[in-house]
């Protein structure tokens, strides 16, 4: 029998599975543009899944050609990974990013944010702001938004 060499995309979905014990049922693109309340913009993008009801965050190291090329890392990066249920999502809805970046700001604003819509929607880039239970809200660019929206039990 031949032998079969899996590719590094492979690998590393076989290793989440394996580590939070369940199969990849949904995966997607997304930049996590902070949590709400903090004061602080993360801009980092990364992959955002769902393995047994579960979502699933972690972001990736940025490289800039030069330091590829000099093989360094960036000191200052820290990796974030976030998890919680779908069941807590409380909200999920898409928002204009002035919103966005004023909830990043000042977390009570989350629940009196317009829902972004209609025509509005064509001409002004848009958050996707995810409320969760007993944490703080996430702003989020997710590039599949109306599919992980399938996902959650009461939204």
């Known amino acids: 029998m031949a032998d079969v060499k899996m590719s590094e995309i492979e690998i590393f979905w076989k290793e989440r599975e394996e580590r939070f014990g369940g199969k990849v049922v949904f995966n997607t693109y997304a930049t996590l543009m902070g949590e709400c309340g903090s004061g602080k913009t993360n801009g980092r993008g990364g992959l955002l899944y769902i393995i047994a009801d579960r979502v699933y965050f972690e972001d990736f190291e940025r490289q800039s050609a030069l330091m590829a090329m000099f093989n360094r890392k960036d000191s200052n990066y820290e990796k974030t990974e976030i998890s919680f249920l779908l069941s807590d999502i409380s909200g999920f809805r898409k928002i204009a ?10 977390a009570s604003l989350a629940d009196s944010v ?9 001409f002004t880039r848009g958050f996707t702001l995810i409320q969760i239970k007993d944490r703080p809200s996430l702003i989020m660019e997710i590039m599949e938004d109306t599919a992980f929206k399938k996902y959650i039990p009461q939204v």
Do not use: H, N, R, V
């Open 97 to 106: 990013e002035k919103w966005g970046k004023a909830c990043i700001t000042e």
């Open 114 to 122: 317009p829902e972004l819509k209609g025509f509005k929607k064509l």
